[in-house]
C-alpha cells in the first residue's frame, strides 16, 4: 500500500539551527501539507502546497519557515533558525485530488531544539 | 471561521462498554468532518468521513458517525471497545469549502483509554 515516508523520526537540534525535514508523499498526489502537533495540543495546519508553489499557508508559517519540492518525489520542510517554541511533532501529508478529504499522514518527524 | 470541539480531552471506557467521542463544529456551510485516529508513535490515520451524502457513515475498525445538523454534532461511537482501540482521536474539518485545497481543521483530539 502506498504511504507517505518521512525523515528523520527524530532530530535534535539547538536552538538557531537549520533544520530540514523531508518527506516523500504518495507519488500520484498533488496536494502537499504540513502540520505540526506541540505535545499535549492539537494537530495544527501549516502549509499547502500545490503546482510548485504554496497554496495556503497559517499564521504559525512565518518567514522562519520555507517549503520546497526540490524534485519529482521530495517535499521537504525548512525552519532557518530554529526556536525552543519549534519543538513538535511535524507531520507531512498528501491527497490526490480536492475535497477529497482523505489526507495521507506519515509517521511524523520530531523535532526537539534545546 | 470553521473549527471543531471535541469535548473531554481523556475518556475511559472498560473492554466491550460503549465508546463516545464527542464533536461538535461550527460551520455557515455545509461541512465536510472527519474523524482521524492516531496510535502510538504513528501518524494519523482517516477513520471515516462525511461529505454530505448518508447522515450515518461507517468507517474501519467498527466505528461510526453520524451527521446531525440539528444539534451541529459528529459524535463518534463504537458499539463495543477493545483494548487495541486506545489511542488518540481527532475530529477535523475542511474550512471554507470552495475556497480550500484541502486542509483540514483539527479538533483538540480525546484520548481514549480502555480498560481490561
Known amino acids: 500500500e502506498p504511504e507517505v515516508t518521512q525523515t528523520p523520526s527524530h532530530q535534535v537540534t539547538q536552538m538557531g539551527q537549520e533544520v530540514i525535514l523531508r518527506c516523500v508523499p504518495i507519488?500520484?498526489?498533488?496536494?502537499f501539507y504540513w502540520y505540526r502537533q506541540i505535545l499535549g495540543q492539537k494537530v495544527e495546519f501549516l502549509v499547502s502546497f500545490y503546482n510548485n508553489e504554496i497554496s495556503e499557508k497559517s499564521e504559525i508559517f512565518d518567514d522562519q519557515f520555507s517549503v520546497e519540492r526540490p524534485d519529482g518525489s521530495n517535499f521537504t520542510l525548512k525552519i532557518r533558525s530554529t526556536k525552543l517554541e519549534d519543538s513538535a511533532m511535524y507531520f507531512c501529508?498528501?491527497?490526490?485530488?480536492?475535497?477529497?478529504?482523505?489526507?495521507?499522514f506519515g509517521e511524523g518527524s520530531r523535532l526537539t531544539v534545546l | 471561521a470553521q473549527s471543531v470541539t471535541q469535548l473531554g480531552s481523556h475518556v475511559s471506557v472498560s473492554e466491550g462498554a460503549l465508546v463516545l467521542l464527542r464533536c461538535n463544529y461550527s460551520s455557515s456551510v455545509p461541512p465536510y468532518l472527519f474523524w482521524y485516529v492516531q496510535y502510538p508513535n504513528q501518524g494519523l490515520q482517516l477513520l471515516l468521513k462525511y461529505t454530505s451524502a448518508a447522515t450515518l457513515v461507517k468507517g474501519i475498525n467498527g466505528f461510526e458517525a453520524e451527521f446531525k445538523k440539528s444539534e451541529t454534532s459528529f459524535h463518534l461511537t463504537k458499539p463495543s471497545a477493545h483494548m487495541s482501540d486506545a489511542a488518540e482521536y481527532f475530529c477535523?474539518?475542511?474550512?471554507?469549502?470552495?475556497?480550500?485545497?484541502?486542509?483540514?481543521?483539527f479538533g483538540k483530539g480525546t484520548k481514549l483509554s480502555v480498560k481490561p
Open positions: 507519488s500520484n498526489h498533488l496536494y
Open positions: 477535523a474539518v475542511i474550512p471554507n469549502y470552495g475556497g480550500s485545497q484541502g486542509n483540514l481543521i
Open positions: 501529508a498528501s491527497i490526490a485530488g480536492r475535497y477529497t478529504g482523505e489526507l495521507f
